[in-house]
């Protein structure tokens, strides 16, 4: 059973360009969430779906930063026209809501380096 | 401001010995959990405490929670060098499962 999977692992911008970073979650989990780590610091949250549905995307930048999740495919986080304080990585998780145990299940990050 | 807070920030010691770190936050909840991630790694689920429970064991791992002074702690027992990572607390207010996290205490672990 395979875990969370994002990618890319690793990707390089430069300053106004566009990140894309994908999320698929574990098989049977409909609940996405996207967090954003900065080095030597905590996660900080972002972003809460459900398939087609955005529940609380409180944590997220309201200019630049947009998320989906459609009913088909991965859950997309995208930063339009990036920025040097853009770097960092983004974690996606992901729980299967109604009968989970509250855990959340975590990718291995996607790295966004901005020049 | 964030929700949990770790003391310390940093923590080395000797295989062997016990690591212990503290979590504090701010609201009520309904559970407390911890999480390992290890350097450029994502986190790793420890355990999960709720809030009607003031302790709980897995292996080396004891989490205590105490509701009244809105804290928790993390033991690891007999520790080695593998348990060389950061350790967060996460705190769940019933949100649909949406965690906020501390800043973490980076343990060392010294062979």
């Known amino acids: 059973n395979a875990g969370v999977m994002q990618n890319p692992r690793h990707l390089v911008r430069r300053r106004g360009q566009e990140a894309r970073l994908r999320c698929s979650p574990m098989?049977?989990?409909?609940?996405v969430y996207w967090y954003r780590q900065l080095p030597e610091e905590g996660l900080k949250f972002m972003v809460y779906?459900?398939?087609?549905?955005?529940?609380?995307e409180s944590g997220m930048p309201k200019e630049r930063f947009s998320a989906e999740f459609p009913k088909e495919g991965p859950s997309i986080l995208r930063i339009q026209q990036v920025v040097r304080g853009d770097s960092a990585a983004y974690f996606c998780?992901?729980?299967?809501?109604?009968?989970?145990?509250?855990?959340?299940?975590f990718g291995e990050g996607s790295r966004l380096t901005v020049l | 401001s964030q929700q949990g807070e770790e003391d310390p920030q940093a923590l080395s010691i000797q295989e062997g010995e016990n690591a212990t770190m503290n979590c504090s936050y701010k609201?009520?909840?309904?559970?407390l959990q911890w999480y390992r991630q290890n350097s450029g790694r994502g986190l790793v689920h420890l355990i999960l405490?709720?809030?009607?429970?003031r302790e709980k064991h897995s292996g080396r791992l004891r989490v205590t929670l105490d509701t009244s002074k809105k804290s928790s702690s993390l033991l690891i027992t007999a520790s080695r060098a593998a348990d060389t990572a950061s350790y967060f607390c996460?705190?769940?207010?019933?949100?649909?499962?949406?965690?906020?996290f501390g800043g973490g205490t980076r343990l060392m672990v010294k062979p």
């Open positions: 998780a992901s729980s299967p809501g109604v009968g989970g145990t509250g855990e959340l299940f």
């Open positions: 098989k049977g989990h409909s609940h």
């Open positions: 609201t009520s909840i309904n559970n």
């Open positions: 779906l459900q398939k087609e549905n955005i529940i609380d």
């Open positions: 996460a705190t769940d207010v019933g949100a649909g499962n949406m965690l906020t």
């Open positions: 405490i709720r809030s009607n429970e």
